[in-house]
Structure formats: structure tokens, C-alpha cells
């Protein structure tokens, strides 16, 4: 029954926004992706220049009115629908008032662009846009309140890293049941100890332009340099970050990580580790499988 309601919700808010555009959608369409380890929804609209009765080149000017026209009701779906955290999406965000319907449409508007071109045998126009999750990130962590890192009582020796690498990529056993589960990725996961203390979530973070964790593979750890890194994770977490595999998953959707006790009080038992979850100075490796799916 939730299932069901939050569906409805969900079709509630894509009508709100699709109303405008809804007789020339008919005519235009939109594929694309999501991909995680570049942290971007990439889309291409389309519009069938024949079935909307365009002849070019006069109707080119109104074929990019059209495009432009449908682009909000078409990208609006896959934004709401995007996973939010374990039990939330951004539709269930706006539902319970932490995100707006405005912000939602804030951020489909300033996506890059491409200028609408024609198909090969010019009976169709499309344009291509590209939205960073990290944006979306960030529009959320400018209305919320930043909360601190658990300090410990009894710290213990640790040495000073640059980052925080996570391997997740494997099946992992499911807190609280008896079957296992590969992580998925979202926007604000949650890290947790083996003792289900809460090690990291979204109002830890402190620096309000960047993303909680990056999202990368196996083969960016195994790289031919001395850190292992590829470059792209070592902008993220340095060239000697800790290295921890998780030891299970948690949540509704498996995008919380439990690591082991021991591994969670290398980092909170230094301040300089502990700002590297504050910075967001984290990557998550997981399965190449979850970390790209079709719009």
C-alpha cells in the first residue's frame, strides 16, 4: 500500500509540471542515463519533425520552440525519481517539504545544453542536456542544518590519511535479514559501524558544493601509479587514502554501508580524518552493474 501512494505522489507532481507541454508531447521523446561514477543525468530529446507536420528550413525556428517547450515535462521525471537516500526519493523530499517543486525545476533549467541539431535525414531535431547530481547535492545542503562528527571518548592510534575509499563492489549481507545485497548508489547514503553507530550522513557534510561520496569501479583502484588511483579518484580522496571494505549493507534500498568497528575508529579518532567526512573526501566503489542505468 506505502508503494502505491508514493507512486501516486510521484504522478502527482510529474502532471504538475508536465501540464503546459502536455498536447506536443506526442511528437517529441526523451532517452538518456544515469550515471553515477560521473555523478550526471545525460538526456537527449527529440522531436519527430513529420508527425508535428514541420517542414524545414521554415520550420526550424518552430521546431526549437517546441523542444524547448517539452524539455521540463520530460526531464522532470527523472529527477524526481531519483533516489534520495535508502527510503527516499526526491519526489518523497517535496512531499515531506525538504526540497521544493521550485528547486526541483531550478535545477532541470540550468543544465548544459547542446543547440538543437537535425537528424541525418533531417526528419527529426533533438538537443542534449546534462544535469550533475552534484548540484542537486548541493541545493539540498544549502536549507539544511550541518550537525558534527561523533568525537570519541577513547580514541586510538591512527595515521594521518587523504581520503576515505570504501569497497562495496561485492554482494554484501543485508542488516536485519538473511540474504545478501550488491550496494546501490543515491544522492545522501549513510555509513554506519558494526555496531550500527552512525558514522556518516548528509548533515555531516560541511562543504556545500561538492557531493557526500563518488561513485567509481574496481578498476579506478588498480591503476599503474603509486597511489593505485585513477586521477579522477585521487581529486577525491588523495594519493594515501584508508582503504576499507564494507562488511554489509542497510536500508530499504541497499545504499547505507556498515564497516567494521575497528575500521570506523581510524577515522573518528583524529580531527584530521574526521574532516575528511566533513569535506565529503570519500569514494564508494561498487558493482559497474549499479552505477549506470537507462533514463
Known amino acids: 500500500m506505502t508503494g502505491n501512494i508514493k507512486k501516486i505522489k510521484l504522478l502527482i507532481l510529474i502532471f504538475c509540471f508536465t501540464i503546459p507541454g502536455i498536447y506536443a508531447q506526442s511528437n517529441t521523446g526523451i532517452t538518456g542515463t544515469i550515471n553515477w561514477e560521473t555523478m550526471y543525468l ?76 537535425l537528424s541525418s535525414d533531417m526528419r527529426k531535431m533533438f538537443s542534449s542536456y546534462s544535469i550533475s547530481l552534484a548540484n542537486i547535492s548541493s541545493a539540498f545542503h544549502s536549507s539544511s542544518r550541518s550537525s558534527a562528527v561523533t568525537r570519541l571518548l577513547n580514541p586510538v592510534s591512527t595515521a ?3 581520503g576515505i575509499v570504501i569497497i562495496a563492489a561485492d554482494s554484501l549481507p543485508v542488516h536485519g535479514m538473511r ?22 550522513e548528509k548533515n555531516m557534510l560541511h562543504s556545500r558544493d561538492t557531493a557526500m561520496v563518488r561513485y567509481s569501479t574496481m578498476q579506478n583502484i588498480f591503476q599503474n601509479n603509486p597511489s593505485g588511483l585513477s586521477r579522477e579518484l585521487q581529486d577525491v580522496v588523495g594519493e594515501r587514502p584508508l ?15 556498515i564497516i567494521d568497528r ?12 574526521q574532516r575528511l567526512l566533513s569535506q565529503g573526501r570519500v569514494a564508494v566503489i561498487l558493482d559497474e552493474s549499479v552505477l549506470k542505468h537507462n533514463y
Open 262 to 273: 575497528s575500521d570506523a575508529l581510524l577515522i573518528l579518532s583524529s580531527e584530521e580524518n
Open 179 to 200: 540474504g545478501t545485497a550488491k550496494a546501490v548508489p543515491c544522492l545522501f547514503p549513510k555509513i554506519w559501524d558494526s555496531e550500527m553507530n552512525l558514522i556518516y
Open 42 to 117: 545525460n538526456v537527449e530529446i527529440t522531436l519527430d519533425l513529420v508527425s508535428a507536420g514541420i517542414r524545414l528550413p521554415a520550420g526550424r525556428t518552430q521546431g526549437e520552440s517546441l523542444l524547448n517547450a517539452d524539455y521540463l515535462g520530460l526531464i522532470t521525471p527523472g529527477i524526481l525519481g531519483l533516489q534520495a537516500d535508502s527510503s527516499s526519493t526526491i519526489a518523497d523530499l517535496i512531499d515531506r517539504r525538504e526540497f521544493s517543486l521550485l528547486e526541483a525545476e531550478s535545477i532541470a533549467l540550468g543544465a548544459n545544453k547542446t543547440a538543437p541539431a
Open 160 to 162: 594521518r590519511y587523504t
Open 243 to 257: 582503504r576499507i571494505f564494507a562488511c554489509g549493507v542497510y536500508g530499504i534500498n541497499p545504499t547505507d554501508l
